[in-house]
């Protein structure tokens, strides 16, 4: 169960983490080689869930919604993209306005979170009705206030917000409801 439910709980870190970039107006001249350096540090990121259109395409709209202004404060094209799987999204101070134009961007750019994280949930070790279970529970306004909230405050985000707090809940309840209580038990032999 605990691994299962980390996994579920650590991948919108890790895919907001991993898509972390951008400044300004993503069609100057300015902001290109920004843009192309996150763009090309997400398609290297293992694990990143899109393609190279995808990339560029988040990138270009990372740049529009926060800014060229921060993205340069963060150093080099060079180095930005070395920080940017790492990037921590309050270093940024975004606005929740900014963070939600961000996750919406994801969207945008054919990349649906929620959908991603029920991904993970489905393996043939998982039962069918954790599925469902999770694919109820976890709704869109659950998800979307959860990465926007990470984005915020960081990895606190599951204690901190009202989406961390009912993305915990949702994950243990569907996951231990199915077993009656311990999704480890199967890793036990009697």
């Given at each position: 169960?605990s ?7 650590v ?5 907001v ?14 902001a ?9 540090s997400m ?12 990339a ?7 740049v529009?919604?926060?800014?060229i202004?921060?993205v ?6 060079a180095e930005?993209a ?6 921590e ?6 606005t929740r306005d ?10 945008d ?6 959908e ?13 009705e ?6 109820e ?5 659950i998800v979307k ?35 009656g209580?311990d999704?480890?038990?199967d890793?036990s032999?009697?």
């Amino acid at each position: 169960m605990s691994r299962r439910f980390l996994t579920l709980a650590v991948l919108p870190a890790a895919l907001v983490l991993a898509s972390c970039g951008g400044g300004g107006d993503s069609k100057s001249a300015e902001a290109k080689p920004y843009v192309d350096a996150m763009s090309t540090s997400m398609t290297d990121e293992e694990g990143f869930p899109g393609d190279e259109k995808q990339a560029r395409c988040f990138s270009e709209g990372f740049v529009d919604i926060v800014g060229i202004d921060k993205v340069k404060k963060m150093g080099t094209p060079a180095e930005f993209a070395d920080d940017s799987t790492g990037m921590e999204f309050d270093e940024l101070n975004l606005t929740r306005d900014q963070g939600g134009k961000l996750y919406d961007q994801f969207g945008d750019c054919d990349m649906d979170m929620r959908e991603l994280m029920l991904a993970e949930a489905e393996d043939e070790d998982t039962p069918a009705e954790v599925k469902a279970c999770l694919d109820e529970e976890l709704t869109d306004d659950i998800v979307k206030d959860f990465f926007v909230t990470m984005m915020l405050d960081g990895e606190d985000a599951l204690e901190k917000s009202d989406g961390g707090t009912k993305l915990t809940e949702a994950l243990m309840g569907c996951m231990m409801g199915d077993t009656g209580g311990d999704m480890g038990e199967d890793s036990s032999s009697e």
